[in-house]
């Protein structure tokens, strides 16, 4: 009988659920202005309706056969109730996993643990787990050991994931740090919490470490082979992180890639082009490769432009016109006056190089090189002067003309 309540109670609590969600998530969704984290919760409680009602219902019937004396004890009914309330309260505060797929785990794993406490079983459970397994030497490896090291090993990961990050955030909001010493010590904090919680959590199981010294022996030499670039790169983050050669923001150029430095990671540097792309340069290579770091020391960088101009001009006007050009021009630097110098006669030009300052070399080179040009461009033609195509001279020679008899091929052979 007490089953047959369970099933009816689940059956009325999700055809309630059923005809109310709807309804209630449409208003929900049309609050104006909501917190995002309140409208989230809000979202979360509706997608487990049918399980709060459930939980209600069973409270009002476990009351009605309490108070009406129901022949017997309401044992499974109860029971069933602690189970729905555990897996209800549990699902809840799973979302702080962001993970799908670990927040279903953990909530699985959570539930049964709580399951077997409220069923009274979980000795039974813990010595049955036990009896499967085996010994090495003095050491014995059973399922009840490999849970235990999943569950306890995993939650001490997760606090030190968790607390290395806060730190981390919280450092790079301190101005007084430089931004390479500020991802320094985000990853130092991170590294050294996360073997903390390692060692803390096997030596708080009761496991010996030294049972890891032959094994780690054999994995060291593997992983020294193996991993050599990971590793590599791992060094040459920690070096570029010490001497500051570069930092998050910095514009650099790495062989064909020219962008600004997103992100400093442990194994790579995230580069964002002009285009969007996002590059993933592995440590090693800002090490052993030369790159030029446009913002190093400053944000300023000289851009020159070469262009030539016809022999009838006068070579004073342009450049007088050529400053003027890039003078007007939005991104170029004013506190530094641009310069024009005649760099050499050229065979059918006046060739000059137009040099001006800019400080914001993030926005991109190539788009103000154009500006500049188009600026120059209309500041010449305004003022007459012309830039000459190459000029070629080509000499047609005539063929000669031959004489005598040797020339003379019109003639048959003789047979």
């Not at 590294?191 to 060291?220: E, K, P, Q, R, Y």
């Amino acid at each position: 009988m007490q089953l047959v309540i369970v099933a009816i109670l689940l059956l009325i609590s999700r055809l309630a659920a059923w005809r109310v969600r709807p309804q209630l998530e449409t208003r929900v969704r049309g609050m104006e202005s909501p917190d995002h984290k309140l409208l989230r919760l809000i979202i979360v409680c509706l997608r487990r309706l049918d399980w709060i009602f459930f939980i209600l219902l069973g409270g009002i019937a476990l009351l009605l056969m309490r108070t009406f004396a129901w022949p017997g004890a309401e044992y499974v009914v109860t029971t069933v109730i602690l189970l729905a309330l555990a897996w209800l309260v549990i699902g809840l505060l799973a979302q702080m996993i962001r993970s799908r797929l670990l927040r279903k785990l953990v909530s699985v794993m959570v539930w049964s643990f709580a399951a077997l406490v409220l069923l009274g079983i979980e000795d039974n459970a813990a010595l049955l787990l036990d009896a499967a397994g085996f010994s090495v030497g003095n050491f014995r490896i059973s399922l009840l050991l490999i849970v235990k090291v999943f569950v306890f090993l995993g939650v001490l990961l997760w606090v030190s994931f968790t607390l290395g990050n806060f730190i981390e955030k919280r450092l790079h909001q301190v101005e007084d740090l430089t931004p390479s010493l500020r991802v320094l010590l985000g990853k130092v904090i991170k590294i050294a919490l996360i073997v903390t919680a390692t060692f803390v959590g096997l030596s708080g199981l009761g496991i010996d470490l030294t049972v890891f010294t032959v094994f780690s022996g054999a994995i060291g030499v593997g992983l020294g082979f193996g991993l050599q670039k990971v590793v590599s790169n791992f060094i040459s983050g920690i070096i570029i992180l010490m001497d500051r050669s570069i930092k998050p923001g910095d514009t650099i150029s790495l062989g064909e890639t020219f962008g600004w430095i997103r992100e400093l990671r442990a194994r790579f540097v995230s580069v964002v082009t002009r285009d969007g792309r996002e590059y993933l340069i592995p440590n090693e290579d800002f090490i052993t490769h030369e790159v030029i770091n446009w913002s190093f020391s400053d944000e300023l960088v000289r851009l020159d432009v070469n262009f030539g101009v016809s022999y009838d001009s006068d070579p004073h006007q342009v450049s007088a016109l050529a400053i003027e050009a890039a003078q007007n021009c939005r991104r170029v630097y004013a506190a530094k006056k641009p310069v024009c110098w005649l760099t050499e006669f050229g065979d059918s030009s006046l060739n000059f190089v137009l040099r001006f300052w800019i400080s914001d070399p993030r926005e991109g080179l190539t788009n103000v090189r154009g500006v500049v040009l188009l600026a120059l461009w209309d500041e010449l033609k305004e003022h007459g002067i012309k830039i000459p195509y190459p000029h070629r001279e080509i000499i047609m020679a005539a063929p000669a003309t031959t004489t005598g008899k040797a020339a003379d091929h019109s003639q048959p052979a003789d047979d």
